[in-house]
């Protein structure tokens, strides 16, 4: 859910859920930014250029045109993840001389770090009631209590509600894609009021209902792991091709199996460690009750295969990065695992 404060000048979002936290820095515009003074007061600026996030700062200072408020917004934010004394100073000195009238988003996909100060200085704003911070998160593909929850609250913004089996046969349809699900589910709304001749706000999406109007044939990463730590590649590949045809960057699909296969070969190799907490450091795990999880999918697994798999699965990240063909390079890298 989107909450929103009046008088808050300073709103750092941040989550790897893009679609949503977009969505909320267009209703902060929508709601304080009049209509007739729009192209004027809306700035917008990258932080991936040192010289646009400095201009950024500067803006930020700037009163309104007219009506209404200004919104200056700062995609990939780098104030709270990077080491830089100009910008920590910069953004320190704003704090004391921005417009009531002005507001300033600062965006990024991963939370503040809390170690350097600037987001220290953040901390203090935050304590004081001098700016909101806010996160959209896509759900770990483990957590299926809170992928229930995501995708019960992207439902609710739709009026539908989808009864217990239907929300993981809707994720095995269309992943977590926040934008995938809220397309997804006003493809859903026409097809619940022309089969139910009616326009009223509660309808129920079934799991019968997902099948009829996503078909049965859709892929994800659950999928793609669970046949590739079973060794069936010659499947693990068919559903590859399936999730790459349906318009899933080659790119994050092979990030996100690298993360997952790197996590399940630390725990087997700490199989015999008894100390939780450091096979969570070393895994990069924030939930140690995922660590029984994970031992039971790789129980039947070797080290060696599974290291080879991250082999396979970074020479396949450097070659679609040089432009190869991803599909080929898949099955040219994969299909040796089988042997």
Same mark, same amino acid.
């Given at each position: 859910?989107?909450?929103?404060?009046?008088?808050?000048?300073?709103?750092? +979002?941040?989550?790897?859920?893009?679609?949503?936290?977009?969505?909320?820095?267009?209703?902060?515009?929508?709601?304080?930014?009049?209509?007739?003074?729009?192209?004027?007061?809306?700035?917008?600026?990258?932080?991936?250029?040192?010289?646009?996030?400095?201009?950024?700062?500067?803006?930020?200072?700037?009163?309104? /045109?007219?009506?209404?408020?200004?919104?200056?917004?700062?995609?990939?934010?780098?104030?709270?993840?990077?080491?830089?004394?100009?910008?920590? &100073?910069?953004?320190?000195?704003? &704090?004391?001389? /921005?417009?009531?009238?002005?507001?300033? +988003?600062?965006?990024?996909?991963?939370?503040?770090? =809390?170690?350097?100060?600037?987001?220290?200085?953040?901390?203090?704003?935050?304590?004081?009631?001098?700016?909101?911070?806010?996160?959209?998160?896509?759900?770990?593909?483990?957590?299926?209590?809170?992928?229930?929850?995501?995708?019960?609250? +992207?439902?609710?913004?739709?009026?539908?509600?989808?009864?217990?089996?239907?929300?993981?046969?809707?994720?095995? =349809?269309?992943?977590?894609? #926040?934008?995938?699900?809220?397309?997804?589910?006003?493809?859903?709304?026409?097809?619940?009021?022309?089969?139910?001749?009616?326009?009223? #706000?509660?309808?129920?999406?079934?799991?019968?209902?997902?099948?009829?109007?996503?078909?049965?044939?859709? #892929?994800?990463?659950? %999928?793609?792991?669970?046949?590739?730590?079973?060794?069936?590649?010659?499947?693990?590949?068919?559903?590859?091709?399936?999730?790459?045809?349906?318009?899933?960057?080659?790119?994050?699909?092979?990030?996100?199996?690298?993360?997952?296969?790197? /996590?399940? &070969?630390?725990?087997?190799?700490?199989?015999?460690?008894?100390?939780?907490? %450091?096979?969570?450091?070393?895994?990069?795990?924030?939930?140690?009750?995922? +660590?029984?999880?994970?031992?039971?999918?790789?129980?039947?697994?070797?080290?060696?295969?599974?290291?080879?798999?991250?082999?396979?699965?970074?020479?396949?990240?450097?070659?679609?990065?040089?432009?190869?063909?991803? %599909?080929?390079?898949?099955?040219?890298?994969?299909?040796?695992?089988?042997?």
């Amino acid at each position: 859910m989107l909450t929103f404060f009046n008088n808050m000048p300073i709103h750092i +979002i941040w989550g790897n859920d893009i679609d949503t936290c977009n969505k909320e820095i267009e209703k902060i515009i929508d709601i304080n930014v009049s209509e007739i003074w729009k192209s004027l007061n809306i700035s917008r600026f990258t932080g991936e250029d040192h010289n646009q996030v400095l201009y950024a700062l500067e803006e930020a200072q700037s009163p309104p /045109m007219g009506d209404g408020s200004r919104v200056i917004i700062l995609k990939n934010n780098p104030i709270f993840n990077v080491k830089n004394e100009e910008l920590t &100073t910069k953004f320190e000195f704003i &704090t004391h001389s /921005m417009p009531e009238s002005s507001y300033f +988003i600062l965006q990024n996909s991963t939370r503040p770090d =809390s170690r350097i100060k600037s987001s220290k200085i953040l901390k203090k704003l935050l304590s004081e009631g001098k700016a909101i911070e806010s996160s959209h998160n896509i759900p770990d593909i483990w957590n299926k209590e809170e992928q229930t929850r995501y995708v019960e609250e +992207i439902a609710k913004e739709i009026n539908i509600k989808i009864d217990k089996n239907g929300i993981m046969k809707l994720i095995d =349809s269309l992943g977590l894609d #926040s934008s995938k699900l809220r397309n997804g589910l006003k493809k859903a709304k026409l097809y619940l009021n022309a089969k139910n001749k009616t326009s009223d #706000s509660e309808l129920l999406l079934t799991e019968k209902d997902i099948k009829n109007i996503f078909h049965d044939n859709n #892929s994800n990463i659950f %999928k793609i792991l669970d046949f590739i730590l079973e060794m069936k590649i010659a499947e693990s590949l068919f559903e590859i091709h399936t999730i790459i045809n349906q318009g899933e960057p080659p790119l994050r699909l092979t990030a996100g199996l690298i993360s997952q296969i790197r /996590m399940y &070969t630390i725990v087997l190799l700490l199989e015999k460690e008894k100390d939780t907490a %450091k096979i969570c450091s070393l895994a990069n795990i924030s939930n140690p009750k995922r +660590i029984f999880f994970i031992k039971k999918k790789v129980r039947y697994c070797s080290p060696k295969y599974l290291i080879n798999v991250m082999i396979k699965l970074l020479n396949i990240e450097s070659l679609i990065k040089k432009g190869n063909n991803p %599909k080929n390079v898949f099955t040219e890298n994969f299909i040796t695992l089988s042997s």
